[in-house]
């Protein structure tokens, strides 16, 4: 099997961020500036992520592009993290947010756009009363709420190596059986083996026995892990799922954020799935602050009295500017105009093109690398072989070839989204997008081989 020179992986990095600074100076002064006010130089901490000593400031994002400060044009496969998976900008959004500008943005009352969307999330997704939230962090937020509202229990269950965004109960690890604060998150506000049960992924004896005792109220999951690399569930996983989770009366909770770039109805609809809540975020406005979670008829039945009781504005749902009128002319335009079933006929065989061609360069080589394909989506991991579960996938990090392809990729005019070695295929996407990448690819790895 072929070696990868870890001397040769250090010296690259090194020439290669030389290589950045000296062509990116606007970016390089804009940051030096901007961290003078704001934290780490950037509006958001995770933009700290980006190889290289400093973010590129960016002008323009169009379609699958991204112009920055600089003047150089980026491929762009990070797409804003999955928040701009159906490209930037989009014409039919950006045309439907411009409009309502202009009518107004947010006035704590429902617009015609309300009937429109709600129908046709029910229509997709197959769960019949959807509410909207601003963030997908919040979608699961108020989905464990109505969770504990149904059973009248505390505790939620997820998958070691989940990531469901800034959501306490779920910045959790499994470290040697036990539950514990994800490495590197903040306090959490209370112990969370009080909150929370975590299993490995793809192991029903185990989530069988975690529910059997009847005290989770929730098992929030994705019905295949995105976030520490792609694991997709085993045949019959996702049915031992539904079946345990009925029998103990646990709500089963399927965050389909990231898995939406399994089609149109995301992988619960491609793949026949009967789950009680859905929760979406990220690109179903195109971008503009949105997410929505859908409920079962027994789940609304469960919650409704509650949820819409006089006490219904401090019951914990909801927010001032959630459900305001700018987010539901762009969700109706974007679901209506934006991600259609023609959207992922274009962004499927792609995406399936760059999974094939990383895989290709993989066994060129003897690499022991592999590559995953989800729909729209496709990652590659440095282990031979898919993870089965969250444990084998976080043995395989590797930060220095990680900050390698990333430090690579950006210096030859391709963004990568910047935790994970995750491409995302827009409708902008193009062969020649592709081809790109692949070239990319192989040369940066015929750079470091022994
Ligand atoms: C599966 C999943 N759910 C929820 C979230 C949270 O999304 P947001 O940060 O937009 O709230 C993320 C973010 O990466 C995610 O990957």
């Known amino acids: 099997m072929v070696e990868i020179n870890r001397t040769k992986v250090e010296a690259v990095i090194e020439r290669e961020a030389r290589n950045f600074s000296k062509t990116h100076p606007t970016s390089r002064r804009m940051f030096e500036r901007a961290r003078k006010s704001m934290i780490g130089g950037v ?25 920055d400060v600089d003047g150089h044009t980026y491929v762009d496969f990070c797409l804003g993290d999955t928040g701009a998976m159906f490209g930037h900008a989009p014409e039919a959004t950006v045309r439907a947010a411009t409009a309502q500008l202009r009518k107004g943005i947010t006035t704590m009352l429902p617009t015609e756009d309300t ?27 108020f989905a464990l709420r109505m969770a504990r509202e149904a059973t009248s229990r505390r505790k939620v269950l997820v998958f070691n190596g989940c990531y469901h965004g800034t959501v306490d109960e779920a910045l959790v690890r499994l470290v040697n059986g036990r539950v514990a604060p994800r490495e590197g998150a903040m306090p959490h506000p209370i112990d969370p083996e009080l909150t929370t049960k975590v299993i490995e992924f793809n192991d029903p004896a185990a989530l069988d ?22 694991i997709l569930p085993e045949d019959g996983y ?28 995301g992988y619960t ?8 809540i859905i929760t ?4 179903i406005a195109g971008g503009i602050p949105a997410a929505a979670f859908g409920l079962s008829k027994e789940l609304y039945e469960k919650t409704i009295h509650n949820m819409l009781a006089e006490t219904t504005g401090v019951n914990g749902l909801g927010g001032t500017l959630t459900g305001n009128a700018l987010a539901l002319a762009a969700m109706r335009a974007t679901l209506e105009k934006v991600i259609t079933p023609k959207a ?39 282990r031979a072989t898919p993870p089965r579960n969250g444990e084998e996938a976080i043995a395989a990090k590797d930060p220095l070839l990680n900050k390698y392809v990333h430090l690579y990729d950006l210096n030859r005019g391709i963004l990568l989204t910047p935790f994970h070695n995750m491409a995302l295929i827009s409708p902008y996407t193009t062969r020649k997008d592709v081809d790109l990448h692949s070239n990319v690819f192989r040369e940066s790895v015929r750079e470091i081989l022994s």
């Open 344 to 382: 992922y006929n274009h962004m499927i065989p792609l995406a399936k093109k760059f999974h094939e061609d990383v895989q290709q360069t993989i066994r060129e080589h003897g690499l022991p690398w592999h590559s995953v394909q989800l729909g729209t989506r496709v990652e590659y991991r440095f």
């Open 209 to 230: 026995q975690a529910l059997a005792t009847g005290d989770v109220a929730a098992v929030l999951m994705e019905p295949a892990l995105t976030n520490c690399g792609i």
């Open 238 to 265: 996702l049915d031992a799922v539904r079946e345990v989770t009925q029998r103990t009366g646990t709500v089963w909770i399927i965050d389909e954020t990231h898995t939406w770039c399994e089609g149109p109805g």
């Open 115 to 141: 009937i429109w969307v709600g129908e046709e999330l029910a229509r997709r997704f197959g769960l019949p009363y959807w509410q909207a939230a601003m963030t997908a962090t919040d979608a699961n937020r």
């Open 280 to 283: 979406l975020g990220k690109p």
């Open 43 to 67: 509006p958001m901490n995770w933009m700290v992520e980006w190889p290289g000593a400093f973010p590129i400031f960016a002008k323009k994002a169009k379609g699958s592009r991204i112009t």
């Open 269 to 276: 609809r491609a793949h026949g799935l009967k789950p009680d």
